[in-house]
């Protein structure tokens, strides 16, 4: 969404089981957002379906009721942690986009160099 300059209004969450059935929610976020709110929402979503032994065959993630982010209103924030990971955030989005989708990310998934 962040790529094609849009918000989402709210989250459905679908998953496909084995034996053919399927169960979906939709989560409504408190305002239209494609940063963190997004991530946590979608988390949030997989928890409530209490997966344990499931045998998923299937797993969609849509954002629902995409606007132009442009047209998201920019809020006055108190909490700094947020504001912190959403300019962090943008900064990586802008170096995905000079570099390439692969060149920042997570420290937790980046590899290993031990020295000889």
């Known amino acids: 969404m962040c790529r094609r300059g849009q918000a989402a209004r709210a989250l ?4 496909r089981f084995a ?16 940063h963190d709110d997004v991530r946590t929402i979608a ?8 997966l344990q032994r499931a045998h998923l065959t299937g797993i969609v993630l849509k954002g629902d009721g995409l606007i132009d982010a442009g047209q998201v ?13 959403l300019v962090a955030e943008q900064a990586m989005d802008r170096i995905r986009r000079k570099f390439r989708p692969a060149s920042v990310g997570p420290a937790t998934v980046a ?6």
Do not use: N, V
């Open 12 to 15: 459905t969450l679908t998953l």
């Open 111 to 116: 590899p290993l160099h031990r020295a000889s």
């Open 43 to 50: 988390y949030q979503l997989m928890d409530a379906a209490g």
């Open 73 to 85: 209103a920019e809020q006055i924030t108190l909490d700094a942690a947020r504001e912190s990971r």
């Open 19 to 34: 034996g053919g059935t399927s169960w979906e929610k939709t989560r409504r976020l408190p305002e239209p957002s494609a």
